[in-house]
């Protein structure tokens, strides 16, 4: 018997509702799992949920599959990590990705246990991978677009430096009375003159 560990971690980023969890060994999880199963629930989690198991299991194949009462456009996302246990570390450790949902086949992963016998000793090792169901490298979020950035040594012979130069900044815009920059002054002329010639002739008058 080989002793297996078991981590499941799940997320789901926009789904905040409560939702159940099950897993089963060795048998079929049914999309109900939590009324027709509930041996296999492993309760009620919001966002996120995590578990670790060991289990004991002879040599030969097996399988287990993990589900979410979740609908798959809820968004939840399962990371499964496998290996063996010994001398209380996990080694032999294999990675198994899936969406979940209640609409679909659960995520399945399939654990091959081998026994062999290396100087005397018993020696355990397990592998895996998906085999059927929804386990599947999830798609990945676009990625942004890199910025490019004009480099600051001088441009390579043979090449404009217009090609490598980063682009002028637009000229902060002008106040609105330099636009009629022109017409101020000559107002300013106008009045000036009709206010010298105004005090010119008090004076001539003498008042």
């Not at 979410?68 to 996990?90: E, F, H, Q």
């Not at 609409?103 to 005397?120: A, C, F, M, T, Y």
């Not at 441009?155 to 682009?167: D, I, T």
């Not at 815009?173 to 003159?193: A, F, S, T």
Request: contains cysteine; aromatic residues 10%; hydrophobic residues 35%.
């Amino acid at each position: 018997m080989a002793l297996v560990s078991v981590m499941i971690m799940c997320e789901s980023r926009v789904d905040t509702e409560p939702r159940h969890f099950g897993r089963s060994v060795d048998e079929p999880l049914k999309p109900d799992f939590w009324v027709s199963q509930p041996q296999n629930d492993l309760g009620v989690y919001s966002g996120s949920f995590s578990r670790g198991e060991t289990w004991s299991l002879a040599a030969g194949d097996h399988y287990f599959e993990f589900n979410t009462s979740a609908p798959s456009s809820a968004g939840w996302m399962c990371n499964v990590y496998v290996g063996i246990l010994k001398d209380s570390k996990v080694v032999d450790e294999f990675t198994a990705t899936g969406w979940m949902g209640s609409d679909i086949p659960p995520v399945r992963v399939k654990i091959s246990v081998k026994e062999e016998v290396v100087e005397g000793k018993t020696v355990e090792t397990v592998s895996s991978a998906p085999a059927g169901g929804s386990a599947e490298e999830p798609a990945r979020e676009p990625t942004p677009k890199e910025l490019v950035v004009a480099p600051s040594s001088p441009p390579p012979s043979g090449v404009p430096a217009e090609k490598y130069a980063p682009p002028t900044p637009a000229p902060p815009p002008k106040p609105w009375y330099l636009h009629h920059e022109p017409y101020l002054i000559i107002g300013g002329v106008v009045v000036l003159g009709a206010v010298l010639w105004y005090f010119s002739r008090r004076k001539g008058r003498g008042v």
